[in-house]
């Protein structure tokens, strides 16, 4: 151990493991438990919740120690590329290193287990979810779930209602021990993931570390799937295996475990119809892609309309999907530009919550739009990037971004196959402004804390200045300016331009010049196949 720690000292393993160390020793005074709770009468928490400057000092010590984290992801990156020869060794190890202290820690950056809770006693009490809200429970304060969300109907799907009554009902009232459970399958969904991932980059010729480095180490799957236990890693888990299965030509598994994804979480029936796609084949035609779709559609619905019947919910999930966000982050592109022209509309004496609302539905038909168009095309579009650009579209044409759904989008582009440069460097910033995002997240602090002027300012500015110096720092290490970056684009832009012409020029006869004389000559003949092309391709 005394070598190891020596030959580690100072590597980005020791570094995200103390990040992590000081996030679970945080998370005891200001991670989130439920009011009614037996935990705080420890008295281990007791002490540490017993007074306004523990909470505050407390909540300042998981901020740096999550920024920390991410300075660690950072320079795991460039250890990755310095040392190939033990990359994918090195990012396995330090990735469970990392999560070691992180499955240990009181929940934080989420509250949504306790929802996981409370729905699950919504079952067991036989009420339905899709038109109770948790509400509906006497007491329900005190399973510790977001007020926010008190009378919100779920946007989950059967299986993962059904797999809430199971834990609930096997754990009784303890909702300890069903929040443990619940981040249990959020680890192992994490681990599964990484497992599949690791499979479709060896299927698919591509970089494994670099993938994996995005989505098992990654500090936005370790602050929210790790330690939020998000079902939104079950959700994955499964749609990505379901990918894999597609890939190496077995359909039905693959319908079948995006199926389990969408029962998780409606937002996977973008996957069905890209499963549908590689069951056509590289040859496939509009008619023959529509009747694999009809396939998978049918199977997928079929066995979710007995989900319904069986779980005894309904189909309440579809009313998901078709329902605008209830709640809005200010830095969502669509509600940063249906506030401003709305803003506007209301300064010259109009309408503006009506130009808001047209704008935030015109996003969803655009979306809708997009989704459609990106999968009916036949262009040679690979598979896994029409579903990247799917869920890009979705989250983007939303009021509402969590981190999670960022997560959605980082997982299914880094698996598309994302090339160095531009496109990672992408990924990298995205990756670090929703970790920073998931830092900002309320605590479970004092009100006097919480509402203190002076200590929110002190937390966003730490965690502000946090996200643009480790911004700054990334692209100082990798030699990027902003000329460079527009360059950059400017090419990749140009090379997209290129690749459209060229797959327009191959799909379009090229017919061979004739002469106005020949044109006579052969004006009554009959061209054969060989007439119709050339190889001078001017």
């Keep these: 151990m005394k070598r190891f720690l020596q030959r580690e000292s100072g590597s980005p393993l020791i570094l995200g493991l103390v990040a992590s160390l000081f996030i679970a020793l945080g998370s005891l005074g200001v991670g989130w438990l439920g009011p009614g709770t037996n935990v705080l009468s420890w008295p ?13 000092t407390l909540s300042i010590v998981v901020i740096l120690a999550s920024i920390l984290l991410i300075i660690a992801w950072l320079k795991l990156g460039v250890q990755l590329r310095s ?25 934080l950056y989420t509250r949504d287990m306790f929802a996981y809770v409370a729905q699950g006693r919504l079952m067991l009490a036989g009420f339905n979810p899709y038109i109770d809200g948790i509400s509906a429970l006497p007491g329900w304060f005190n399973i510790g779930v977001d007020p926010m969300w008190a009378n919100a109907k779920t946007p989950y ?9 199971v834990i609930v009902g096997a754990v009784g009232t303890s909702p300890i021990t069903a929040i443990a459970l619940f981040r249990m399958i959020a680890v192992l969904s994490v681990v599964g993931l990484a497992f599949y991932a690791y499979r479709i980059a060896r299927l698919r010729q591509l970089d494994p570390v670099k993938i994996l480095w995005f989505v098992l180490a990654s500090p936005l799957i370790m602050f929210n ?19 894999y299965y597609a890939l190496r030509k077995h359909p039905l598994v693959a319908t079948l475990l995006v199926t389990a994804a969408i ?30 779709w009809l396939a998978t559609f049918g199977i997928s619905g079929a066995i979710l309309v007995g989900l319904g019947y069986i779980t005894n919910v309904g189909y309440g999930w579809i009313y998901t999907l078709t329902t605008p966000g209830s709640v809005s982050h200010w830095y969502a592109p669509v509600t940063a530009v249906s506030g401003t022209i709305g803003g506007l509309f209301d300064a010259v004496g109009l309408n503006g919550s009506m130009a808001s609302e047209v704008i935030r539905l015109g996003a969803l038909g655009l979306m809708v739009v997009f989704v459609a168009w990106i999968m009916l095309t036949m262009r040679p579009i690979d598979p896994l990037i029409r579903l990247a650009l799917a869920f890009a579209a979705a989250v983007l044409s939303s009021t ?25 460097h992408i990924l990298v910033a995205v990756s670090i402004f929703f970790a920073s995002v998931s830092i900002a997240e309320t605590m479970d602090i004092p ?15 730490t965690i502000s200045a946090g996200a643009v110096l480790l911004i700054l720092a990334y692209c100082i290490h990798e030699d990027l300016s902003v000329g460079l970056l527009v360059r950059r684009t400017r090419d990749a832009w140009h090379g997209f331009q290129l690749r459209r012409a060229v797959s327009r020029a191959r799909s379009t006869p090229d017919f061979k010049p004739v002469s106005h004389q020949a044109s006579n000559d052969v004006s009554a003949t009959t061209l054969s196949p060989t007439d119709l092309s050339s190889n001078d391709h001017r």
């Design 44 to 56: 281990v928490i007791n002490v540490l919740r017993s007074s306004d400057v523990a909470g505050y």
């Design 400 to 424: 509402v971004i969590h981190p999670w759904y960022a997560a959605w989008v980082i997982v299914l582009f880094a698996l598309a196959g994302i090339k160095r440069g531009l496109q990672t």
């Design 263 to 292: 029962g998780v979480k409606p937002i996977a029936l973008l996957a069905l119809p890209v499963v549908g796609i590689i069951w056509a084949g590289q040859n496939r035609t509009l008619r023959g892609t529509i009747k694999y």
């Design 447 to 461: 009100d006097a804390v919480q509402g203190d002027t002076t200590s929110q300012i002190i937390r966003n500015a």
């Design 225 to 243: 799937f790790v330690v939020g236990g998000h079902n939104d890693a079950l959700m994955l888990l499964c749609l990505v295996a379901g990918l």
């Design 83 to 107: 040392k190939p020869a033990e990359a994918l060794r090195r990012v396995i190890v330090t990735s469970v290193v990392w999560a070691i202290p992180l499955i240990c820690s009181v929940p």
């Design 157 to 165: 799907g059967p299986i993962f209602l059904w797999l809430e009554q």
